[in-house]
């Protein structure tokens, strides 16, 4: 049996080793793909073909490329360019034509392994291109091809394989990597760190064209484990889990990003307890997301948070075994992995054992540097007294006392805000650590309004968006003020590039107020300033800045309203989300908060008063003020303006409706008094969805014409859909059954006025029972991740006219907002144009006076 890998093979190359285990596994498959397995004897037969095919091509010891699947035959090839003597260069199919050109230009490689599938490419990239597969392995003698393997032999510091950077800090850079730092990285990354032996099955998930990749690839064919490919940018994700168990997987390489994509794809209940190493590298790692991989994998699972670099393999790991608690933050790196040495480098650079800088690492092991530009290598590798290099990295990290490393971000994304330096990775952690959120990246950008340094916080929310005040005051409870993002702006996901890393020059631009700064002129003007830089969690607030623009919402607008409530006694006009709607800048607000209200309906609220043609109606839903109808407003393609309806007394002193119908007969006094005649459109959310239909049904009942209801995430009119209300006693439902009979008639401070009204438009929705069915053009909208979607489809008994259900992605309340709001706007931009053109071709009778009219 062969002996297990030591660092004692690092002194020596990697072809022997490979030979030597292959032999010893003959008959025990070492890799496969699902569709191709290759035993020890394969491997050997088909490194031999490629060997063979490259030394006939006439490569003689320059470059070779390999362009292949996430498969077996990139294995066996190499194995095979390697045992030629010739550097390889492993490209990723994925990876744009263009950017492979440049990898195999700047290599120097004319000669490129392929397979049929992608031989058209190949011959883009290179004069010659080889299909060694082509021709039959079966009965080939794996002695014979194990003795053509070894017949050349070469030096452990020679190039084995050319591997390039992501380009992350400028243009790729081809890195040279020699027998001795593979083979020893090799040991580190399995038994010299205790995460896998020959016995193991490691689920190979990264790319081959990528150092991770390459290096697992070849440290389980230099230790004997079983290797079992899986490419994720081909298969779902949600396969992986069931994947792993049918293969006995017991060793998982994954990013981060897969990782959340593997425990998100989970059942209930459903854990990975086949794992007992699950090692994570190539992004920051933080604590909640360790706490829920610890859930998702066995109680004997040993999790390893990984840090490297392509330049020096492996150089850090944080191991946390089972029972250890997840660090809170970002999971540190750890400690320097045997035969490595960290060191952080300051603004002076120097080096230092401990404190703040960029990371340092040295070691006998690193690789050779830049292929072809000694210039480049020298600028970051540099030798050593002791026959060690060191290489200085572009992180920048807190290296302990005790060797523990926690990076902070790269140095090149570091910003000075206000003359003071930010990592923007300190503001991520913190981040990260908030719940509901999933992913986050802090950038820094030029405000276009004073070209002055700002961060902009990107957040993936983990269910329905958070406000941007809530994500801005949670790093302002922690961090000083000059590290609180300016801006926030929400994303389904971050983008990434080929290789999984976050591709931070895909990240949006935020869409801030493009008006000039002004200062308060006035003390009423600075009140109100700070109020509106309370509630958004702003410091640098100009009076001409939009407050929807900086990130208020709905939410964010009724804490306003109850924050002005506070500060003014006696206001000469009520002020309202509808005020706040109408004006929404510092300037504009104060102005408008110091007029006497001229003769104003409290239920109508203009969410986008340009326009030219009928209106359209939205209707808020229960205890929602129509201002959260104001994204979606803006977002719909309607020649016309859009208005929104709200409740009797949500913004008025003024009794509320205690049934859907009188609710419906206001709003069609308030629709019919703006628009005397149809053709009308009407739209709900929620609650609202009840009203807008009621509303068309009286409109249609009075004989005008209804060209579109939409209704917007609503249950139907039918109480057994609807959920009831529960009490822990009979005392706590008498007390909410008296709050309820005073809605509206007793103030309630602060937001939980809106509360009572919510409750209140429950209690009425329950006893709602319309005439019949609706018999006219409806739009039937169904957020369809929300634990209730199921409930609001079933709209079919109560409507009998041409209707639509449609389902977008979102929860009940995130449709309305960013990023989700998209497509509820593109839906109902489509129903609104169909229902306008199906109403144009249609044939309308008129009366005797329209003829009138139309002859005159």
């Not at 250890?324 to 960290?342: E, I, K, M, N, Q």
């Not at 330096?421 to 405000?447: H, Y």
């Not at 290789?499 to 631009?509: F, H, Q, V």
Request: charged share 20%; net charge negative.
């Amino acid at each position: 049996m062969v002996a297990p890998l030591s660092e004692h093979h690092a002194t020596g190359t990697l072809v022997p080793r490979i030979v030597e285990v292959a032999l010893d596994a003959a008959h025990r498959v070492l890799a496969a793909d699902g569709g191709d397995g290759l035993t020890g004897a394969d491997l050997l037969v088909r490194a031999a073909r490629v060997r063979a095919a490259v030394l006939a091509a006439g490569a003689a010891g320059q470059p070779v490329a390999v362009l292949r699947g996430h498969d077996v035959g990139a294995v066996a090839a190499v194995v095979g360019v390697i045992a030629s003597g010739s550097p390889l260069v492993v490209l990723d199919p994925t990876t744009p034509a263009a950017r492979l050109r440049h990898y195999v230009r700047s290599a120097g490689a004319s000669i490129c392994v392929s397979d049929a599938a992608r031989a058209a490419t190949a011959a883009e990239l290179a004069t010659t291109v080889l299909d060694p597969d082509d021709a039959a392995c079966a009965g080939a003698d794996h002695l014979a091809a194990a003795a053509e393997l070894l017949a050349a032999p070469a030096a452990p510091q020679d190039t084995a394989v050319l591997v390039y950077t992501s380009g992350s800090t400028g243009a790729p850079k081809g890195v040279a990597c020699d027998h001795r730092s593979i083979l020893h990285d090799a040991w580190v990354n399995s038994v010299g760190t205790g995460c896998y032996g020959a016995d193991a099955v490691v689920a190979h998930l990264l790319p081959l064209g990528f150092s991770a990749g390459i290096g697992v690839t070849l440290a389980c064919l230099l230790v004997g484990a079983r290797q079992e490919l899986f490419d994720p940018r081909s298969r779902s994700v949600a396969e992986l889990p069931g994947w792993m168990r049918s293969h006995g997987v017991d060793v998982l390489h994954a990013s981060p990003a897969i990782l959340r994509g593997v425990v998100a794809s989970l059942a209930p209940g459903e854990r990975l307890d086949g794992l007992v190493s699950v090692t994570m590298a190539g992004e920051t790692v933080h604590g909640a997301e360790l706490s829920r991989v610890r859930e998702a994998v066995g109680p004997r699972c040993v999790l390893r948070n990984r840090y490297g670099s392509t330049e020096t393999w492996l150089m850090a790991e944080f191991r946390i075994d089972p029972g250890d608690d997840s660090p809170r933050g970002a999971t540190p790196v750890g400690w320097a992995v045997p035969g490595a040495r960290l060191e952080v480098q300051d603004e002076d650079g120097v080096r230092r054992s401990h404190g703040t800088g960029r990371v340092v690492v040295t070691s006998a092991w690193l690789t050779r540097g830049y292929w072809g530009a000694p210039e480049r290598t020298a600028e970051v590798f540099g030798p050593n007294p002791d026959g060690t290099r060191s290489f200085l990295t572009s992180d920048v990290g807190v290296l302990g006392e005790d060797g523990r490393l926690r990076l902070l971000g790269r140095a090149d994304h570091s910003v000075k805000v206000g003359g003071l330096l930010v990592e923007p990775g300190e503001v991520e952690a913190l981040l990260f650590a908030q719940e509901g959120v999933r992913e986050a990246v802090v950038a820094g950008r030029p405000d276009p309004r004073t070209g002055h340094a700002v961060l902009v916080a990107y957040v993936v929310p983990e269910g329905p968006r958070p406000q941007a005040s809530a994500v801005r005051a949670a790093v302002r409870e922690e961090l000083p003020s000059h590290m609180v993002p300016r801006y926030v702006v929400f994303l389904d996901a971050l983008p990434r590039t080929e290789r999984g890393k976050l591709d931070r020059s895909a990240l949006p631009e935020p869409e801030p107020s493009t008006a000039a700064y002004e200062a308060p002129r006035t003390s009423w003007e600075q009140v109100v300033r700070e109020q509106f830089a309370a509630v958004l969690e702003l410091e640098d607030l100009g009076v001409h800045d939009d407050f929807f623009e900086l990130g208020g919402d709905s939410l964010a607008a009724e804490a306003l309203v109850a924050r002005m409530a506070e500060v003014v006694q006696d206001p000469p006009r009520p002020l309202t989300t509808a005020l706040l709607a109408a004006e929404p800048t510092v300037a504009r607000f104060a102005a408008a908060a110091r007029r006497t209200a001229r003769e104003e309906n409290p239920t109508l609220v203009p969410l986008r008063a340009a326009g030219e043609g009928p209106p359209l109606f939205l209707v808020a839903g229960a205890g929602s003020a129509a201002v959260a109808l104001r994204t979606l407003a803006q977002r719909v393609e309607h020649p016309g303006p859009v208005l929104g309806l709200q409740a009797n007394g949500l913004e008025n002193r003024a009794l509320p409706d205690w049934s859907i119908e009188r609710m419906a007969r206001r709003h069609v006094a308030t629709v019919r008094g703006v628009q005397p005649h149809g053709p009308y459109r009407v739209a709900g959310h929620s609650m609202g969805g009840l009203v807008a239909h009621e509303v068309a049904r009286l409109l249609r009942a009075a004989g005008e014409e209804v060209e579109l209801l939409a209704v917007l995430d609503s249950f139907p009119p039918n109480p057994s859909l609807m959920p009831r209300s529960t009490y822990p006693t009979l005392r706590e439902k008498v007390k909410e059954a008296l709050s309820l009979a005073l809605t509206g008639v007793v103030p309630h401070p602060g937001l939980g006025h809106y509360v009572r009204f919510f409750r209140q438009g429950m209690v009425v929705q329950r006893r709602y029972r319309p005439a019949g069915t609706y018999g006219g053009r409806t739009l039937v909208l169904v957020a369809a991740d929300d634990p209730e979607a199921a409930e609001r489809r079933q709209w079919a008994p109560h409507l009998s006219g041409e209707w639509t259900l449609v389902e977008v992605p979102g929860e009940h309340m995130s449709i309305l907002r960013e990023p989700h709001v998209a497509p509820v706007a593109e839906h109902l931009s489509a129903a609104l144009s169909a229902a306008a053109h199906a109403a144009a071709a249609a044939p309308r009778p008129r009366s005797g006076d329209e003829e009138v009219r139309a002859v005159g």
